[in-house]
Nanobody, 123 residues
Framework: QVQLVESGGGLVQAGGSLRLSCAASGRTFRGYSIGWFRQAPGKEREFVAGISWSGINPAYANSIEGRFTISRHNAKNTAYLEMNSLKPEDTAVYYC????????????????WGQGTQVTVSS
């Protein structure tokens, strides 16, 4: 079992920045890939970014357009999503998820999920 807790969400103006954290506890964090997903009201959950256990070659959704950076600190059992140049369309609940395999863009591939953190970007 892996427990995930997201933090760092909030209200920010368009063009601003936020850093989300995903703190893991339970089994060895180092071996798990982490994905960040988001879900806006009335929309399906969508992939944002993913990083495998090694931290090499992270993947991003096309919609991110180079504005977000995913990273991880295995010694701290924490993954991060640095979000810059935020837009109102980035408003959503952001979730981190974990799986014992390479990171993918498919939500159903992930076994463990956090409770989510709200990000609201005002125009």
């Amino acid at each position: 079992q892996v427990q995930l807790v997201e933090s760092g969400g909030g209200l920010v103006q368009a063009g601003g920045s936020l850093r989300l954290s995903c703190a893991a506890s339970g089994r060895t964090f180092r071996g798990y890939s982490i994905g960040w997903f988001r879900q806006a009201p009335g929309k399906e959950r969508e992939f944002v970014a993913g990083i495998s256990w090694s931290g090499i070659n992270p993947a991003y959704a096309n919609s991110i357009e180079g504005r977000f950076t995913i990273s991880r600190h295995n010694a701290k059992n924490t993954a991060y999503l640095e979000m810059n140049s935020l837009k109102p369309e980035d408003t959503a609940v952001y979730y981190c998820a974990a799986r014992w395999d390479l990171a993918t863009m498919v939500a159903d591939d992930y076994d463990y999920w956090g409770q989510g953190t709200q990000v609201t970007v005002s125009s």
